[in-house]
């Protein structure tokens, strides 16, 4: 992809750990680190990145199939939720998700960019293959709660990119906490450390930690994510360190040859 230096991927094993609202702080945070970012949503079947960065139309041709991304908080951003109604299902089989994703990828006119955040679909299936064929992954970030039934799936996720040569650059924790807004108490909903153990266990990096926290899931509903509307707070903060660790892993060594895309072998 000319002009991309880096494609990151961040996935998940399962639905409903965050792994959108984590994907657009991210990118955010990269922004706000003096990167030149775009996201793709390649959630086909759930495209959240319309509601996250509170953008919605329909892109512009530019040249031939080639489209315009929308831009949302300085983020330039591209999903299928452009294209169809918000409730509307994407009853599609395999081979049209891949035709999406790959549209998507490569007819696009995405620009100069330091680094494109991929927000994948949950799981391991056509939609990952398709990213881990089509383009050179720099690297993938994987978002986890901290309790046992969601590591398990993280797992899957996380091998299945090692299986693809894909590097893993690290763990998110996200849910991690909560703290109660009105007694200032911690409780751990759904365990604590989970993902610290696990990244240690298989001598990855751990990203950090992300709370359960209203003003998150606020921001998110609203369009402005939390990296936006409180660039300055605590939240804020977790989220911007995230991205710089992402990044210099991504960076490291200086100066090395991106490697191409890697071939899927099947067994």
């Known amino acids: 992809m000319p002009g991309v230096a880096h494609i990151i991927a961040v996935a998940s094993g399962k639905g409903g750990v965050g792994k959108s609202t984590t994907t657009a702080n991210i990118a955010l945070g990269m922004k706000a680190n003096g990167l030149r970012v775009g996201v793709l949503d390649a959630d086909i079947y759930g495209p959240s990145v319309p509601r996250l ?14 489209l315009k991304p929308l831009e949302a908080h300085g983020i330039k951003v591209m999903s299928i939720g452009f294209m169809v109604e918000e409730d509307t299902p994407m ?6 998700v891949m035709s999406a994703l790959t549209q998507m990828l490569r007819e696009v006119a995405w620009g100069e960019l330091d680094a494109l955040v991929v927000d994948m679909p949950p799981g391991t299936g056509d939609a990952q293959l398709t990213m881990a064929q089509q383009v050179p992954l720099s690297g993938a970030v994987i ?24 590097p893993v650059l690290g763990i998110v924790e996200n849910m991690s906490y909560f703290v109660a807004p009105d007694t200032g108490k ?8 989970g993902a610290r153990a696990e990244a240690e266990r298989l001598d990855i990096p751990f990203l950090g930690e992300v709370p359960l926290d209203m003003d998150i899931r606020i921001n998110s509903d609203n369009g402005t994510p939390i ?19 992402v990044w210099a892993e991504v960076s490291r060594p200086l100066g090395e040859v991106r490697r191409a895309a890697p071939a899927i072998v099947f067994d």
Not at 91 to 96: D, E, H, T
Not at 186 to 193: E, T
């Open 53 to 66: 960065f509170g953008v919605s139309g329909r892109p512009e041709q530019v040249e031939g199939r080639i």
């Open 91 to 96: 009853i599609w089989r395999g081979p049209m």
């Open 143 to 166: 978002v986890s709660t901290p309790q046992d039934l969601a590591l398990i799936d993280a797992r899957k996720g996380l091998n299945m990119f090692r299986r693809v040569d894909v």
């Open 186 to 193: 911690r409780y751990d909903i759904f365990g604590h450390g």
């Open 227 to 245: 990296v936006v509307a409180d660039p300055d707070g605590a939240h804020a903060a977790v989220y911007r360190d995230i991205a710089a660790k």
